[in-house]
């Protein structure tokens, strides 16, 4: 794909986002919601912020699918009028890393009037980080301005322990391969229970990406797994859409 098609997409909005809630396990109630882009355009996202990566334009990309993420949760938050939904947006950390990035977020909040503490930024490590620096100079900025940080996929990306020292997280999203068969798997629930008594200490939250099955859930459930996401609990959806368990 090639720049100027890139662009166009952007330019134009030639994509959409759409929401998995994740839920609070022992409430059943949905607490927030994680936006994911989708391009009719091309087979997946993943393979259209790689066309981004390769033509040097996937911060772009990425704030064109935040702000999207905003417009909409916004107009779906003014009418279920709770202050305490969240809402979580995927970033690459070339994008934390660009300088202006936390003042964009801030006129993002301020426009659509929602809180710093309601955004929370899921860290996608899928790719090499040249400008390491103004990344955690960032990373300090958006926490005392009030944003919370996640790290996505905790288990999965080769940084992951680099950039859990580093940033140290608010939130950490387990990887969906920890909740594949969980119920069935004496290995992973030995690792969760692990991960829980590690991270479990009052600064840091735990949510378990991949539920699929209600095996799985009420395992997770039992294990002390407080947040999770997953197909059997809601899959992606337009936030006009009711969910409930």
Known sequence: ???DEIQEIITKNLFTNVFQPIY???????????????????????????????????HELDMASISNSFKSFYEYYKTVNSSELFLSVNVYPSTIAVP??????????????LSNQQIVLEINESETLKDLKQFIKNIIILKEKGFIIALDDFGRGKHSLYTLLEVEP???????????DLSKNLKKQKILSYFLDYFNDGENII?????????????????????????????PHMLSISVCI
């Not at 882009?37 to 259209?48: A, G, H, I, Q």
Request: glycine share 6%; net charge positive; charged share 20%.
């Open 24 to 58: 609070h396990l022992p409430s059943k109630q949905i607490v927030g919601y994680e936006s994911l882009l989708r391009c009719s355009l091309v087979k997946s996202p993943d393979l259209l912020f790689n066309y981004a990566q390769q033509q040097g334009c996937i």
């Open 1 to 3: 794909m090639t720049l």
């Open 100 to 113: 202006f990035f936390p003042q964009f977020l801030e006129k993002l909040v301020k426009k659509f009037s």
């Open 170 to 180: 608010h939130i950490i999203k387990l990887d969906q391969y920890l909740a594949k």
């Open 207 to 235: 949510i378990l990406e991949g539920i699929e099955t209600e095996e799985d859930m009420i395992c997770a459930k039992n294990l002390g797994i407080g947040y999770a996401q997953g197909y059997y609990l809601a899959k």
